[in-house]
């Protein structure tokens, strides 16, 4: 098996849909396809089940994802090691979001450039859909996600910034003639539907209205591109954070302040068993920094 077709397979696994890995793989959904039906010959046994609306795998394609993270998981090492002698560094940081205001964050990726100077850093962008999964499976080293996080298995960590809370409408929308909103109109109109856990979902978008009527759940999105697809073709609104108003700024998209929202707060996370001395200097930069207002 090549490493692109392993690398294909992963990330089949990973988004279990055709078109998604193509696009995060920059190649073909023909070429995904391909490769994955080779692999199954190889083998001799279906390694994803199939149909016209799901992709999942099958118990000998779990096996062989469980047997080829830790391979792939030690190669990408090995490559970053490499990469960092080769750069005259010693410590490689992979940093994940979920946002995209990587330009925001400045000051705390100066900061600490400034205490670890041979420091590699590394930023990966993840999906909301998957928001712990590449913590757990060693993709990456902590992560700056919003609160509420109850995850047993995760340190919380400083607060990194905080922000407003918006809502994103189509142009077209009724709502997009008035100067604000209230968490009480959501309960008129869709909302998308992620597979992120419940408890943290709603710490942007409540599943009642505070008088206690349903919003309801609409299509499935697995990234923020699908989201704000979905919002633009008046499939859908969505409580999102303020930081999009400035980087997904669209002509068919209007943000509006939600009066009744909380100040949404991001926090430095980790996995606790995984803790390094460079994940503390990094948590200890951003307390010092204090929490960044956008």
Not at 62 to 77: S, T
Not at 176 to 202: F, I, K, M
Not at 259 to 264: C, E, G, M, N, V
Request: hydrophobic letters at 40%; charged letters at 25%.
């Amino acid at each position: 098996m090549e490493l692109r077709d392993i690398e294909i397979f992963l990330t089949l696994a990973e988004e279990l849909h055709f078109g998604r890995t193509a696009e995060r793989l920059h190649v073909s959904q023909a070429r995904v396809s391909q490769a994955i039906k080779k692999q199954e010959r190889q083998i001799g046994a279906a390694l994803f089940d199939r149909t016209s609306r799901t992709v999942t795998l099958t118990p000998i394609g779990r096996q062989l994802l469980d047997d080829l993270r830790p391979v792939q998981r030690g190669l990408r090492d090995s490559l970053q090691r490499a990469t960092a002698a080769a750069r005259g560094t010693t410590d490689v940081l992979r940093l994940g979001m979920l946002a995209s205001n990587l330009d925001d964050l400045r000051p705390l990726l100066d900061g600490l450039r400034s205490r670890r100077q041979h420091c590699l850093l590394e930023i990966a962008h993840n999906h909301f859909s998957d928001p712990f999964g590449p913590l757990r499976r060693g993709e990456i080293d902590a992560q700056i996600n919003w609160l509420p996080i109850q995850e047993p298995d995760l340190t919380v960590g400083p607060i990194v910034h905080t922000e407003r809370i918006l809502l994103a409408v189509a142009t077209d929308n009724p709502l997009a003639y008035q100067d604000s909103v209230r968490y009480e109109d959501l309960g008129d109109y869709v909302v998308p539907s992620t597979t992120a856990p419940d408890y943290w979902v709603s710490g942007i978008t409540p599943f009642h209205t505070p008088s206690g009527r349903p919003i309801p759940r609409g299509p499935y999105v697995a990234n923020f591109q699908e989201l704000i697809t979905i919002v633009a073709a008046g499939n859908a609104v969505c409580p999102v954070h303020d930081h999009a108003s400035r980087y997904y700024a669209r002509p068919d998209i209007r943000y509006l302040p939600i009066a009744d929202a909380p100040i949404a707060e991001w926090a430095l996370i980790w996995r606790t068993a995984a803790e390094t001395d460079l994940i503390r200097t990094l948590a200890q930069v951003v307390t010092d920094l204090g929490p960044l207002r956008l």
